[in-house]
């Protein structure tokens, strides 16, 4: 069950608690990786890619997990949590003007892998974090078009009424 369907199905505590579990397995998978393989600097980026991978692709669910946002959370939390939390404030942001859940995901996964690259000036990890962004944007690509057809859920209402009820 991912964080959204806690939410809808459980309430707001346990939605919290899945989402800051699944960010957990990322970051604990990136840090992991960076002990073990020190040598490796390009250690945490691969494990972090894979946790998000897991965690849509779960091989004790018949590869049928979650849309992996949250894990995707963790990955970059792990790998700079400046751009975290800068990823964060823009989705939010852009979330609250555009009045649609979908570009949480679609702004973090388009400028991460930017920003990583731009400050690691590597292709590998361009090339790692653009495998992580753009099964994000594949995953939460349906609520991009229900939200162009006028069937998606509209932002402000979700946050009235299920957050602050």
């Not at 199905?9 to 002990?35: H, I, Q, S, W």
């Amino acid at each position: 069950m991912g964080a959204t369907n806690a939410l809808l199905l459980l309430g707001k505590g346990y939605g919290a608690a899945v989402m800051l579990l699944d960010m957990a397995k990322a970051v604990l998978a990136v840090r992991l990786a960076e002990l073990l393989f020190p040598s490796l600097a390009l250690a945490g980026y691969i494990a972090g890619c894979t946790a998000v991978f897991g965690h849509v692709f779960p091989l004790y669910m018949k590869f049928k997990g979650g849309r992996g946002l949250a894990s995707f959370g963790g990955f970059v939390l792990a790998v700079d949590w400046k751009v975290f939390l800068m990823l964060l404030v823009l989705g939010l942001i852009l979330m609250i003007v555009v009045n649609y859940s979908f570009v949480m995901p679609f702004s973090a996964a388009f400028f991460f892998p930017i920003l990583e690259v731009l400050k690691t000036k590597s292709v590998s990890v361009c090339l790692i974090t653009l495998a992580a962004s753009v099964l994000i944007i594949m995953k939460h690509w349906v609520n991009a078009v229900k939200a162009k057809e006028g069937n998606d859920f509209k932002i402000r209402d979700f946050i009235k009424d299920k957050i602050f009820s």
